[in-house]
């Protein structure tokens, strides 16, 4: 059974930092696709950032251009947990933040974490 559990979410002022984390068990981080996605209520589900250990003609962190040069993805392959620091938040940044495991033509997400960002 792949699980994975968000953590780290919560208030923040704009300006401020958040990391998220996602911990995954029953399978392995680095052998899936790993994805940050965020969803504001109203709104569909966006992309925000995921690895890139399949396509060597992509950059290995990808990001969406809202988040590029204030968010960075990374990975704890020995606690098996991908991170999302979140730095230079905006009240936009407010969603729920979910990341998601592509493995063996399957996707398998997490319950989401809560990030608030306003002043």
């Known amino acids: 059974q792949v699980q994975l559990v968000e953590s780290g979410g919560g208030a923040a002022q704009p300006g401020e930092s958040l990391r998220l984390s996602c911990a995954v068990s029953g399978a392995l981080i680095n052998r899936g696709i790993l994805v940050w996605y965020r969803q504001s209520p109203g709104k569909e589900r966006e992309f925000v950032a995921r690895f890139n250990d399949d396509f060597t003609s992509l950059p290995p962190l990808i990001y969406d251009s809202s988040v590029e040069g204030r968010f960075t993805i990374s990975r704890d392959t020995g606690k098996n947990t991908a991170y999302l620091q979140m730095n230079h938040l905006k009240p936009e940044d407010t969603a729920v933040y979910y990341c998601?495991?592509?493995?063996?033509?399957?996707?398998?997400w997490g319950q989401g974490t809560q990030v608030t960002v306003s002043s």
């Open positions: 998601s495991l592509n493995k063996g033509g399957q996707n398998y």
